[in-house]
């Protein structure tokens, strides 16, 4: 694929990442295996409120395509079929749920120098179309994003945003919600290897006149361990550990805590993820 502006969801993912990614308040075990054919296999369960769920994933590599597959513990199978260069610059993506046969949906993602265009269409009789569009470079990414129900003949999202990123940093504004809400943040890496960082994101919602900010950060110990923490104006703290335990096998004990209502019980989470 080409090096261009990237895909419209990447606006911002860096920001979002640092502040969600791997913030669990549940149970979970996560297992990974490989097989001589080059078989993925990875096996879940999660522990939240008290119900216990689980799943069966495996990923199948051959030549330019992707096959991936989950049977959860509900009976319900979702099947993923990725298409790397069937042309040039051009990426397809097909999936589908059983029982749900109304969730097929194809997706084709494609690449330029200078912009990236994606459309998704579901594989039904009344098909939802959604449509993105990124224009500029690396450094700076102008983007769109828009969603139309056919049965209804009308729009179900619209989304604008622009990032720019430099070598160290990287901030962006998104326009979302059709235009009801606008969300700002920046990251900025402490050092040169990019392993520890810190983030400010503001969002503003303008049918409620609500405002949210949140600071957070991550910070790498040592080659084997990382510490994560975020904070924001409503009092909601959330902390994080992870420590490599053996090659590829990660520990991660997450917490959240709502400093404003102490006499609450505190929400925490262990999610064990073991891979060869």
Known sequence: MSKGPGLFSDIGKKSKDLLTRDYNSDQKLSVSTYSLAGV?????????????????AA?????????????????NIA?????FEILPSVKAIASFKVPDYNSGKLEVQYFHDHATFTTAVALNQSPAIDATVTIGT???????EAGYDTTSGSFT?????????KPDSCASIILGDKGDSIR????????????SSIVGEITRRFSTNENTF?????????HLTVVKAKLNNHGKLGALLQHEVIPKSVLTVSGEVDTKSLDKNPRFGLAIALKP
Do not use: E
Not at 62 to 72: G, H, I
Not at 79 to 83: A, E
Not at 185 to 195: A, G, R
């Open 138 to 144: 690396p450094t700076i990414a102008f983007g769109a």
């Open 79 to 83: 099947t993923t079929v990725t298409f």
């Open 214 to 222: 949140t600071v957070g950060g991550s910070y790498a110990v040592d």
């Open 40 to 56: 993925a296999l990875t096996s879940t369960a999660l522990n939240k409120g008290g119900l216990s769920t689980g799943d069966v």
């Open 157 to 165: 999202k619209y989304t604008a945003g622009i990032s720019v990123s």
């Open 59 to 75: 990923q199948y590599k051959y030549k330019n395509a992707v096959f991936d597959v989950k049977v959860d513990t509900q009976s």
């Open 184 to 195: 700002a943040s920046y990251l900025h890496h402490v050092d040169n290897l990019k392993t």
